[in-house]
């Protein structure tokens, strides 16, 4: 079992709210990641990051916000949900280094309701 | 458009026959990654083929890689209701990412 968490699991609130996301792993890995999903549908990727204080944008443009100040913490921010931000939101991590990417970890997914 | 395409969307087979998975990209990888997902949980990982590699096994997985036909397969052989679950194939074309396909959904039937 991967040694990364997501919190909350489920997330139901109204429109305008801000939220946060929470991932952690307790691998040392240098790379995270956010996907998102929606029900029976491909992942995409919608920020990633290299390490401590590094930032990308992915594939999927997204109005949330990530930060990387420690290691094992990757959180994503939402400043004011909308309905088109319901889905299902998966972190990950990897070890870096050799040029490719390896085995990605997998939380278990936030899944977010906007009212 | 996405890198990755699997095939079929959907598969539903009885118990101990085998499952085949197709996936095909567009672009040159570093490798390629086969994942699967039950309903509702996070992705868990398969196994991973590089790009110099042919084939690869893993108790009852086989995974295939034909880089000339850009396409890859994943064998379940022997299937059990608990390998019902939703499988991903996914590239690494950049060394810092990978790109998820459309998932196949696998239903066994007991």
């Known amino acids: 079992e991967a040694d990364i968490y997501q919190t909350p699991r489920y997330l139901v609130i109204g429109t305008g709210k801000k939220i946060t996301l929470e991932c952690s792993q307790t691998m040392g890995h240098d790379k995270m990641y956010w996907y998102q999903q929606d029900p029976g549908m491909e992942l995409h990727l919608i920020h990633y990051?290299?390490?401590?204080?590094?930032?990308e944008k992915g594939d999927l443009s997204s109005e949330s916000t990530v930060s990387r100040i420690r290691t094992e913490h990757f959180p994503l921010t939402l400043e004011s949900a909308r309905p088109s931000h319901t889905s299902q939101y998966l972190c990950?991590?990897?070890?870096?280094?050799?040029?490719?990417?390896?085995?990605?970890?997998f939380g278990e997914g936030s899944r977010l309701t906007v009212l | 458009s996405q890198q990755g395409e699997e095939d079929p969307q959907a598969l539903s087979i009885q118990e101990g026959e085998n499952a085949t998975m197709n996936c095909s990209y567009k672009?040159?990888?570093?490798?390629l990654q086969w994942y699967r997902q039950n309903s509702g949980r996070g992705l868990v990982h398969l196994i991973l083929i590089r790009s110099n590699e042919r084939e690869k096994h893993s108790g009852r997985l086989r995974v295939t890689l034909d880089t000339s036909k850009k396409s890859s397969s994943l064998l379940i052989t022997a299937s059990r209701a608990a390998d019902t679950a939703s499988y991903f194939c996914?590239?690494?074309?950049?060394?810092?990412?990978?790109?998820f396909g459309e998932g196949t959904q696998l239903t066994v039937n007991p």
């Open positions: 990950a991590s990897s070890l870096g280094g050799g040029g490719t990417t390896g085995e990605l970890f």
């Open positions: 990051s290299y390490g401590v204080n590094s930032t």
């Open positions: 672009t040159s990888i570093n490798n």
């Open positions: 996914a590239t690494d074309t950049s060394g810092s990412r990978l790109t």
